[in-house]
């Protein structure tokens, strides 16, 4: 925790409410969106960093700085979106997605004679995650032999982000968490980098997306939603409880009966909150067994 010097001086702490009420203000002005939604530890952990960037050591300094600077504005803002994934990242919880949830899955679907598996990924950053289950679901498939087809709704709020998930192209650090025969098989090599196989980039839509828009239940791109699988991962704990409770609502009510949403495992405890079953102890999947309800 950061203190404002000289003595009799409060900490960050202290007056963190009434100096983040003023930033929500300053950004709904200058950035024209509304912040209050974040969790207040994120918001106040952002703030610690905007001050050691700019060097400000108090809190009323930095806001009397952001009030007249729309580029620290804009730099606070990018702050708050975080936009970090990996390949298969939390190893338990694609175990269970390519042993257990993808596999049956496909037998379901192809026991309906359903033409297509429905997958979003809410909040896919640079496309790992999404790729990711591509990935699974294209080896699956072809060992079956199967006609199934597979669709994947990816969204995010990051322009950026997109537009690096469409080229499909990633480093060498970024692919560690990809097996070999994945990377054989699923992209291609040259100039030290990765590039993911058109056929895999084909099966996957990616746009633009905001969870918390309340006059949509879905991506615009997937029409109904309907999903069979949806991945809500690593963006739930930055948020207040009550957006929270919102977002897990929207994604359940996106789900087709008997579809799943995976979290981040650290999540879990977020997701206890409504009536979704864990398929595997600490696995951060879950299945909807009813319809679902957020109880507050």
């Not at 969106?33 to 001050?51: T, V």
């Not at 640079?126 to 498939?141: F, K, N, P, R, T």
Request: aromatic share 10%.
């Amino acid at each position: 925790m950061l203190k404002k010097p000289g003595e009799g001086e409060n900490t960050i702490g202290d007056s963190m409410n009434r100096e983040l009420h003023r930033i929500v203000k300053t950004m709904r002005v200058l950035q024209g969106c509304d912040i209050s939604c974040y969790d207040e530890p994120f918001l106040s952990a952002s703030l610690e960093k905007r001050m050691a960037a700019t060097s400000l050591a108090t809190v009323t300094d930095y806001c009397d700085y952001l009030s007249g600077n729309a580029d620290e504005a804009e730099q606070f803002f990018r702050s708050l979106n975080i936009t970090y994934s990996e390949f298969f990242r939390n190893p338990l919880t694609f175990a269970v997605l390519e042993q257990q949830v993808l596999p049956r899955l496909i037998e379901e679907k192809q026991d309906s004679c359903t033409a297509e598996l429905r997958v979003w990924s809410a909040g896919c950053a640079a496309g790992q995650e999404s790729y990711s289950v591509a990935i699974l679901l294209d080896e699956l498939l072809v060992a079956r032999k199967s006609s199934l087809s597979f669709r994947i709704f990816a969204t995010d709020i990051s322009g950026d982000s997109l537009v690096t998930a469409g080229r499909g192209v990633y480093d060498t650090v970024a692919v560690q968490n990809v097996r070999l025969k994945h990377l054989q098989s699923c992209f291609e090599t040259g100039h030290g980098s990765y590039t993911v196989s058109r056929r895999l980039i084909d099966r996957i839509e990616f746009s633009s997306y905001d969870l918390l828009d309340e006059r949509s239940t879905s991506p615009p791109g997937s029409i109904y939603g309907d999903f069979d699988l949806v991945f809500c991962s690593n963006l739930l704990f930055y948020y207040k409880p009550e957006v929270r409770q919102f977002i897990i609502n929207k994604v359940c009510h996106s789900l087709s009966y008997g579809g799943y949403m995976v979290t981040g495992e650290a999540e879990r405890g977020i997701v206890d909150t409504i009536n979704l079953e864990e398929i595997f102890p600490m696995s951060a999947v879950y299945r909807k067994i009813k319809e679902c309800q957020v109880m507050v």
